[in-house]
């Protein structure tokens, strides 16, 4: 640890009455976004804590210090890793010592496995509590680190109704909250207030377009939804194109592949909510952008590219039928997914033309979308994970 970085981490008091603090690790952009809901139900129960660790920019916005950005920790498939691992490894041994530096009351973990397993196993030998909020999906992949998470978690707060039987099966209970993007994802306006608010017309055929929140995400998918844009435009020339972009990435990272196009496509950044109101159809990417998507009750088409090595890899361990977390959760397909080499430009454009030209079939897939919201429980998940979280100091 250099100098600077050893200055940046105060050394703890032993003053009686000291504030308490709090490590709180996500490391990609949905756990800050959750993370940061959580730290603010926190922060109402107990104002006086102290927060710090790995996050985003909602989670800076609250107040927690960042001793690394979740945006150098993102990553999808197994050669990325690769290419992030120093750099990973680096910020996995300042967590490490900052264990001992602040002596935090708690650390909180959200999601991101791989990275927070071993942190969680660092804080138990140091006698540190660890909530984890969020579960990794042991029920899709690598279910044996529910092993690992007993002997290593003191408390877990799941979001998905069927975790809590995955975890009781060996024998670890768990808190099921509820899903946090209840409290999150609402309908605020009309379709047609949105689309006057983001100057897009009224009458045509409204396309939102969602590759990701990772700059990897946005190279393998951008230039496949723009070929199904133009082909999109070919056959339905009533039609616009509207990105929500997400706070993680950078304009100029979406312009370079739209640019090149004979399609226009209207970016809008800090409203995704509002943007993917105001669509008829979604194009996005796997993740939780499909649930997010499906709570909006706007049918989509889900994508997703891996590099061949981590599609390999993915086929021979994960566990489930389904991607997307909508059709997971739903428990059947419910809408399109197309992976690797199915998410070319032309197979894109031909199954979101099944769905905009047969309105039986659109409608089908909304009246399954709305039952989706009954099937994550009650709002006030990050209120109930929080109350968890200050019981355990």
Not at 187 to 198: C, T, V, W
Not at 306 to 311: A, E, I, K, N, P
Not at 325 to 332: P, Q, S
Request: proline share 4%.
């Amino acid at each position: 640890m250099s100098l600077e970085e050893k200055r940046s981490i105060p050394k703890i008091k032993d003053a009686v009455g000291k504030n308490k603090t709090i490590m709180i690790v996500a490391g990609e952009a949905s756990g800050d976004m959750h993370g940061a809901h959580l730290v603010r139900e926190i922060l109402k129960i107990n104002p006086a804590l102290n927060f710090y660790g790995i996050g985003g920019n909602k989670l800076k916005e609250e107040g927690v210090q960042l001793l690394a950005s979740a945006s150098d920790m993102a990553v999808v498939g197994l050669t990325e890793v690769i290419s992030k691992l120093g750099k990973i490894l680096k910020i996995m041994g300042i967590m490490k010592r900052s264990l001992d530096e602040r002596r935090p009351d708690l650390v909180i973990l959200i999601d991101y496995p791989d990275f927070n397993l071993p942190l969680a196993k660092a804080a138990q030998k140091r006698g540190i509590k660890v909530f984890y909020y969020i579960s990794p999906q042991v029920w899709a992949w690598r279910k044996s680190r529910i092993g690992q998470i007993k002997k290593t978690v003191d408390k877990m707060a799941v979001i998905l109704p069927f975790e809590v039987d995955t975890y009781g099966r060996e024998g670890f209970a768990v808190n099921y909250v509820g899903h946090p993007l209840l409290d999150m994802v609402k309908l605020n306006y009309s379709k047609q207030e949105l689309r006057k608010k983001f100057g897009l017309a009224g009458d045509k055929i409204t396309i939102a377009i969602m590759p990701g929140s990772r700059p990897s995400e946005v190279r393998k998918l951008m230039p496949e939804l723009m070929r199904a844009a133009e082909i999109l435009q070919k056959e339905i020339p009533a039609i616009q194109f509207v990105l929500p972009l997400a706070d993680t990435l950078q304009e100029t990272e979406v312009v370079e592949f739209i640019s090149g196009s004979r399609v226009k496509v209207k970016i809008v950044s800090g409203q995704t909510y509002d943007v993917v109101s105001c669509a008829d159809l979604a194009l996005v990417a796997s993740g939780t952008a499909t649930l997010e998507t499906a709570l909006l009750k706007v049918p989509m088409v889900i994508v997703y590219k891996l590099s061949l090595l981590s599609y390999a890899i993915g086929r021979l361990i994960v566990d489930v039928k389904n991607i997307g977390l909508v059709n997971i959760i739903a428990g059947k397909t419910i809408v399109p997914e197309l992976i690797q080499k199915d998410a070319s430009g032309k197979r894109i454009a031909e199954e979101a033309l099944t769905i905009l030209k047969n309105g039986e079939k659109r409608q089908e897939i909304i009246k399954e979308l709305e039952a989706i919201r009954g099937r994550l429980g009650e709002p006030g998940a990050a209120r109930r994970a929080a109350q968890i979280a200050c019981d355990m100091i």
